[in-house]
């Protein structure tokens, strides 16, 4: 059974840094694409960021880009998103997900996801 | 930035067909996807590459694209159905994941 479980988030001052994990089981972790994703509160979806198989090419919506660094250990199955700088709107769910394959970006599996919340 | 848009909501009785539509200028050239969120859980593949069901997903969805438009239909509803419906394709470039703003279905 595929399970992914984050974990890191929490309450954080504005301008603060924040890591997040998401550790995975059930699949073959370095076959996989895998991408961070947010939701603030009673909003909608956005794709945060993406990590190729061997975390050698990454990617950011332009909203975080330059504050938040996602990277992978395929020996511990985990994925991270560091956070810094981090803003009052950066206050959301953050899920992390499995994409299809290691190309295709579209996402089968979904972890709770973890809250980070930004005072001001 | 690249936008797609859905309908904020969609009502529909019990055992009748609901369509949420999906529009963006780059889906004639891009596969469509569609999740469902329910409150305070994750959401879960629904649809992918326009009409392709993952498995463990009912028959009574399906998926169909028509320009750029995309549309999940949800043929005879049921009230487990209710929730935030959100399709996803990828921006203009046709490298990163966008979502579109969401649906949230009511079954009346």
């Known amino acids: 059974e595929v399970q992914l479980l984050e974990s890191g988030g929490g309450l954080v001052q504005r301008g603060g840094s924040l890591r997040l994990s998401c550790e995975a089981s059930?699949?073959?972790?370095?076959?996989?694409?895998m991408t961070w994703v947010r939701q603030a509160p009673g909003k909608g979806l956005e794709w945060v960021s993406v990590?190729?198989?061997?975390?050698?090419?990454?990617f950011y919506a332009d909203s975080v880009k330059g504050r938040f660094t996602i990277s992978r250990d395929n020996s511990r199955n985990t994925l991270y998103l560091q956070m810094s700088s981090l803003r009052a709107e950066d206050t959301a769910i953050y899920y992390c997900?499995?994409?299809?394959?290691?190309?295709?970006?579209?996402?089968?599996?979904w972890g709770r996801g973890t809250l980070v919340t930004v005072s001001s | 930035s690249y936008d797609l848009t859905q309908p904020p909501s969609v009502s529909v009785s019990p055992g009748q067909t609901a369509r949420i539509t999906c529009s963006g200028d780059?889906?004639?050239?891009?596969?469509a996807y569609w999740y469902l969120q329910k409150p305070g859980q994750a959401p879960i593949l629904l649809m992918y590459?326009?009409?392709e069901r993952p498995s463990g997903i009912p028959e009574r969805f399906s998926g169909s694209s028509s320009g750029t438009i995309v549309t999940l239909t949800i043929s005879g509803v049921q009230a487990e159905d209710e929730g935030d419906y959100y399709c996803?394709?990828?921006?203009?470039?046709?490298?990163?994941?966008?979502f579109g703003g969401g649906t949230k279905l009511t079954v009346l």
């Open positions: 059930g699949f073959i972790f370095d076959n996989f694409a």
């Open positions: 990590i190729s198989v061997r975390g050698n090419n990454t």
């Open positions: 996803q394709a990828a921006d203009r470039s046709g490298t990163f994941p966008v």
């Open positions: 590459k326009d009409n």
């Open positions: 997900a499995k994409a299809w394959t290691s190309v295709d970006l579209f996402f089968d599996y």
């Open positions: 780059a889906l004639p050239d891009q596969y």
